[in-house]
């Protein structure tokens, strides 16, 4: 079963709407991500956030906002959506305890996205 | 510039066949080395994971290899299945930072046909 939840999975919404994606995780991980993806392509990183009102922007310059008042809660917002924002967005979290190596490598463990249609 | 290279970009065998998906990366200070799975419209799931000192590792009919000094990494899927159909992820962690910084490769997209 899942750990990490994406809400809305599919959205299509007209330019100039304001919008939230939901990112919720239960694994009490402290670090959590936004990725952006486009089809055929890799993901890049836009917000991540080491904790509780830690937010970062990523190496992909990006017009959305994050906020991490929870833990386990991470949403990412577009006040103004535009055409060039279509596209996928997958929330990742990770913890210092992993759960496949038992070690502290970090594994980033992936939510289903979403996927965006501005039009 | 820290990249990660995957070849080939798309692959497609029949059932039952054996098939290698590459990975060449210049990520320096090297971590880790992960490949994940992403089935259509949906997020990326992790396989295997490798740091510097493992060669390979296997997780049921995958099989990752690592060579660190060439900076290659090779998945090797046994038997291949119509569930194998997805889009295989060579994901490298640096060293360099607290964050842990991952370099994406573009993924090799497998279809297996019946």
């Known amino acids: 079963e899942a750990d990490i939840y994406q809400t809305p999975r599919y959205l299509v919404i007209g330019t100039g709407k304001k919008i939230t994606l939901e990112c919720s995780q239960t694994m009490g991980h402290d670090k959590m991500y936004w990725y952006q993806q486009d089809p055929g392509m890799e993901l890049h990183l836009i917000h991540y956030?080491?904790?509780?009102?830690?937010?970062e922007k990523g190496d992909l310059s990006s017009e959305s906002t994050v906020s991490r008042i929870r833990t386990e809660h991470f949403p990412l917002t577009l006040e103004s959506a535009r055409p060039s924002h279509t596209s996928q967005y997958l929330c990742a979290s990770s913890g210092n305890r992993d759960r496949e190596t038992s070690g502290t490598t970090d594994t980033q463990y992936f939510g289903p996205g979403t996927r965006l249609t501005v039009l | 510039k820290n990249q990660v290279e995957q070849s080939p970009q798309s692959l497609i065998i029949l059932e039952g066949k054996n098939c290698t998906l590459q990975c060449n990366y210049t990520v320096s200070p090297f971590s880790n080395l992960r490949w994940y799975k992403q089935d259509t419209g949906r997020g990326p799931v992790s396989l295997t994971i490798m740091t510097f000192s493992e060669n390979t590792k296997s997780n049921g009919r995958y099989t990752a290899t690592l060579d660190a000094d060439t900076k290659q990494s090779s998945l090797h899927i046994t038997a291949s299945q119509l569930s194998d159909s997805a889009s295989y992820i060579c994901v490298v962690s640096d060293r360099g930072s607290t964050l842990g910084r991952l370099y994406f490769g573009r993924g090799t997209q497998l279809t297996v046909w019946p």
């Open positions: 956030s080491y904790g509780v009102n830690s937010t």
